[in-house]
């Protein structure tokens, strides 16, 4: 009555449990799974509130550079620096699918070498 060789049922078996099964994860891997789960609200907050500063910023920069290089190196600068803000706020505040949270996390690190370049 429900005992076979390792002894008595524990009850109704899940017809899938050998492909649910993974290998035990260490704390490690737990931290970095969670990691990924939770959404970081206050940095896009932040970066959503630095958007309409590094425009006035951008600006008096560029007023204040003098020659047409340095004009043209504030212009880069500050487009780069609106990009940044705009699309991490974008992405950090935003409830998006697999492929829009993808592109705009690619869009978010691209724009993070663009600033430094």
């Known amino acids: 009555m429900g005992h ?3 002894g008595p049922a524990l009850g109704p078996r899940h017809d899938g449990a050998a492909e649910d099964a993974r290998p035990a ?3 490690a891997e737990l931290a970095a799974e969670l990691a990924e789960q939770v959404k970081p ?3 896009g907050w932040l970066h959503a509130g630095m958007v309409p500063v590094s425009l006035v910023a951008g600006i008096v920069l560029i007023c204040r550079a003098g020659e047409p290089r340095a004009v043209l ?3 880069v600068y500050s487009a780069t620096a609106w990009l940044l803000f705009g699309t991490s706020a ?3 505040l935003g409830t998006w ?3 829009g949270e993808a592109v705009l996390r690619r ?3 691209a724009n ?3 600033i430094i370049a």
């Open 97 to 99: 699918g697999p492929l």
């Open 90 to 92: 974008v992405y950090h």
């Open 107 to 109: 869009l978010d690190h």
């Open 25 to 27: 994860a260490g704390p």
């Open 112 to 114: 993070i070498f663009l």
């Open 41 to 43: 609200r206050l940095r």
């Open 73 to 75: 190196a504030c212009t």
């Open 4 to 6: 076979g060789p390792a």
